[in-house]
């Protein structure tokens, strides 16, 4: 089946540090972009991060630049994005994607999400 | 930063056409997806670049995008359409993926 599992959400201190992991099954992991995109609760879809094939072609959003780092594992089929310095607006459902390439091609398959409550 | 702008909710009976619109400067010189999200689920695309259709969604959703309004139409509105619609845009001078704030379609 041809699927993506978020893991790794939780509860965290402001400030604190998390790891989000998404595994890829049923797809050659390693021929596809990976994204991030996050949804705050009752609020719309945010980008969060992108990266290319072969790692290549890393982007964040201004939101989470300095402070969040994709990376890519291609032997495991995981896509990570370790979050440090978390802040309360950083509290929401976090979803991986996947894409045929980093940029302008449209995120065709998406994981159903992990939560991440950021909260003193 | 490309801001892109739709409005926050679109009403239709069952059985009309519903248009989203989604707004942005000269947006028609990029490529627009867009995704319907139902109540308690991950994303789905429904649009990408501009036009083409993933296979399984069906011809009654189309979609253009010229000038500075992309469109989603949904034709034959079911009830199973009641959903959040979103657009997408990839803006060359940030680097950056910029989504729309949603559009929530109620079918009255």
């Known amino acids: 089946e041809v699927q993506l599992l978020e893991s790794g959400g939780g509860s965290v201190l402001p400030g604190g540090s998390l790891r989000l992991s998404c595994e890829a099954s049923?797809?050659?992991?390693?021929?596809?972009?990976m994204h991030w995109v996050r949804q705050a609760p009752g609020k719309g879809l945010e980008w969060v991060s992108s990266?290319?094939?072969?790692?290549?072609?890393?982007y964040y959003a201004d939101s989470v630049k300095g402070r969040f780092t994709i990376s890519r594992d291609d032997s495991k089929n995981t896509l990570s994005l370790q979050m440090s310095g978390l802040r309360a607006e950083d509290t929401a459902l976090y979803y991986c994607?996947?894409?045929?390439?980093?940029?302008?091609?449209?995120?065709?398959?998406w994981g159903q999400g992990t939560t991440v409550i950021v909260s003193s | 930063s490309y801001v892109v702008t739709q409005p926050p909710s679109v009403s239709v009976a069952p059985g009309k056409t519903a248009r989203i619109t989604c707004g942005g400067n000269?947006?028609?010189?990029?490529?627009v997806n867009w995704y319907q999200q139902k109540s308690g689920q991950a994303p789905v695309l429904l649009i990408y670049?501009?036009?083409d259709r993933p296979s399984g969604i069906p011809e009654r959703v189309s979609a253009s995008n010229s000038g500075n309004t992309a469109t989603l139409t949904v034709s034959r509105v079911e009830a199973g359409d009641e959903a959040d619609y979103y657009c997408q845009v990839w803006d060359s001078s940030s680097d950056h993926w910029v989504f729309g704030g949603g559009t929530k379609l109620t079918v009255l």
């Open positions: 994607a996947k894409a045929e390439q980093p940029v302008l091609t449209a995120f065709d398959l």
């Open positions: 049923g797809i050659t992991f390693r021929n596809y972009a």
């Open positions: 670049y501009d036009t």
């Open positions: 000269n947006i028609g010189t990029k490529s």
């Open positions: 990266i290319g094939r072969r790692g290549d072609r890393i």
